[in-house]
């Protein structure tokens, strides 16, 4: 399986703005080919130890089956629609694949 974990950090970084991007991740990249978890959120602001990296915003977690379905997602419509829509707000992005083993 592939991890695909991205980081976003917003230039309006308001409640309204989180919101209408954790909408657009739900609308845009849920439902895609060879996903087995898709998930989104904000910092969790209650955990700040000198581990936590805290310079973003919202987190996008989808892991894939294979790297083949992430290309396919990479490459979709859908994909594309949501980048477009929204990163006129990105200050920066992250993204963090890796592959992962289930237990």
């Known amino acids: 399986m592939l991890a695909h974990n991205v980081f976003f950090s917003l230039k309006d970084n308001t409640e309204a703005s989180r919101s209408k991007l954790l909408d657009a991740c739900r609308k845009y990249l849920t439902g895609h080919p060879g996903t087995v978890v898709f998930a989104c959120g904000t910092l969790q602001a209650e955990l700040s130890r000198p581990v936590n990296v805290r310079d973003f915003d919202v987190a996008l977690h989808v892991v894939f089956e294979s790297k083949a379905a992430h290309d396919a997602y990479q490459d979709a419509p ?3 629609a949501f980048v477009e829509e929204n990163r006129d707000n990105w200050a920066t ?6 592959d992962v083993e289930a237990f």
């Open 78 to 80: 859908r994909h594309h």
């Open 93 to 98: 992005v992250r993204v963090f694949d890796s």
